[in-house]
């Protein structure tokens, strides 16, 4: 019998993450329903912008919204860039970590109402959170509303070709896990074939330190 799913936003705030967050390291998986282990970086997402990191930020044009900001590394880089940038997580303790370095954040869901509708320069959908609610599609039609008419898109993909959609639960590898929930991995050609359908068109690609990204624009 298939597990009842728990509404995403809750997942998120269980307990491995919250710790893995609060600890600034894991480890800390998505575990599938086959059982394999899929790895989160959370010291990277704990840690200052890299050198693939500095690759998003300058193509940021405009107010910047960070769907899933996480610990905020983005928003806070940004903010010190110049940039208005807020994050959007559905985790209190991500929401906090950004606060404390520095940049703006609202703990909610990015399908509920938001601050700027209409009128973001560029939003992030960075670490795989193309994956948010495991439906590539309405996250990328929710994404356009909340773009400008001329908004970009930047979007981290899976660096394999490949169009996943799954039940997951957040794991410590120790034991611990949480509440199961929808997720999606897409590659650029998945990606840009959902993207058409959203009202999105594909601006660019590039890699950086073995990461895959795509930008899309109006």
């Known amino acids: 019998m298939t597990a009842q799913l728990t509404e995403p936003g809750l997942a998120w705030r269980a307990d491995p993450y919250t710790d893995a967050l609060r600890a600034g390291r894991g480890p800390l998986y998505l575990r599938r329903s086959d059982g394999r282990l899929l790895p989160l970086d959370v010291e990277r997402w704990c840690a200052g912008p890299d050198a693939a990191d500095a690759t998003v930020l300058a193509r940021c044009t405009g107010p910047v919204l960070d769907i899933g900001c996480g610990p905020g590394r983005l928003v806070a880089a940004l903010a010190a860039r110049g940039h208005r940038a807020l994050g959007v997580d559905v985790t209190p303790e991500a929401v906090a970590r950004t606060r404390r370095a520095g940049g703006s954040a609202l703990c909610r869901s ?6 700027g509708e209409g009128r973001w320069g560029t939003v992030l959908l960075i670490d795989g959170n193309i994956g948010i609610g495991g439906d590539p599609a309405a996250l990328l039609r929710r994404a356009a509303e909340l773009a400008s008419p ?18 997951v639960h957040v794991a ?3 034991g611990g896990r949480g509440a199961p929930f929808r997720w999606a991995r897409l590659g650029t050609r998945a990606l840009c074939g959902e993207a058409a359908g959203a009202g999105w068109t594909r601006s660019g690609t590039w890699r950086s330190a073995g990461r895959s990204f795509v930008a899309l624009r109006r």
């Not at 990015?110 to 601050?115: C, E, G, H, Q, T």
């Not at 908004?151 to 039940?167: I, K, N």
Request: aromatic share 8%; net charge negative.
């Open 172 to 174: 410590d590898g120790r």
């Open 150 to 167: 001329t908004g970009f898109l930047l979007a981290e993909v899976a660096t394999a070709d490949l169009d996943e959609r799954d039940e």
């Open 110 to 115: 990015v399908f509920d109402p938001l601050p």
